[in-house]
């Protein structure tokens, strides 16, 4: 038996960065995300996220890749968004999203960082913290992500 626990923090918007994910719907967006995500055996540790974003803390199995839990995630919950019609307008997400590995001494903090979003965005905009995401992690050549 193989004992993997990598932490991953990913960050995914909604298509074209629309302010879709309004107070009243992110709970239950969020929730289920999680929900889909244990059916699927994929480990989340947290969802947050603000008006035109998600991030997710997850933990990888062995048998997992970051593209595969991402385009679960993703997929499916957009389709729910739809289904349940939790927006006006067809709601989708970027196809693009950023992920970084967390070390075991660093989850917490993050942890926190992801369920205080709403505090976060009360001081800084999504585009100033992407920003600041690019920068930090190197992702320069990503800076095109829209």
């Known amino acids: 038996m193989s ?6 923090h990913a960050v995914w918007a909604t298509k074209s960065r629309r302010k879709l994910l309004t107070k009243e719907i992110r709970p239950t967006v969020f929730k289920h995300i999680h929900q889909n995500a244990l059916k699927k055996e994929i480990f989340i540790d947290c969802v947050g996220g603000h008006i ?7 933990r990888l199995k062995s048998n997992q890749t970051i593209e595969n839990v ?13 289904k349940q019609k939790l ?18 001494s660093h ?14 965005h009360s001081k800084r905009t999504f585009q100033q913290e ?4 690019i920068e930090k992690y190197g992702f320069q050549e990503f800076k095109d992500m829209d």
Do not use: P
């Not at 989850?107 to 976060?120: F, S």
């Open 52 to 58: 035109q974003h998600v991030h997710c803390l997850f």
């Open 70 to 82: 991402m385009r679960l995630l993703k997929g499916e919950s957009s389709f729910w968004i739809n």
């Open 3 to 8: 004992y993997v626990k990598i932490w991953i």
């Open 107 to 120: 989850v917490e903090r993050g942890r926190k960082y992801i369920l205080n979003q709403e505090a976060h």
């Open 87 to 104: 927006t006006k307008s067809k709601f989708g997400w970027k196809d693009k999203y950023y992920a970084v590995s967390v070390s075991e």
């Open 130 to 133: 992407y920003e600041e995401f």
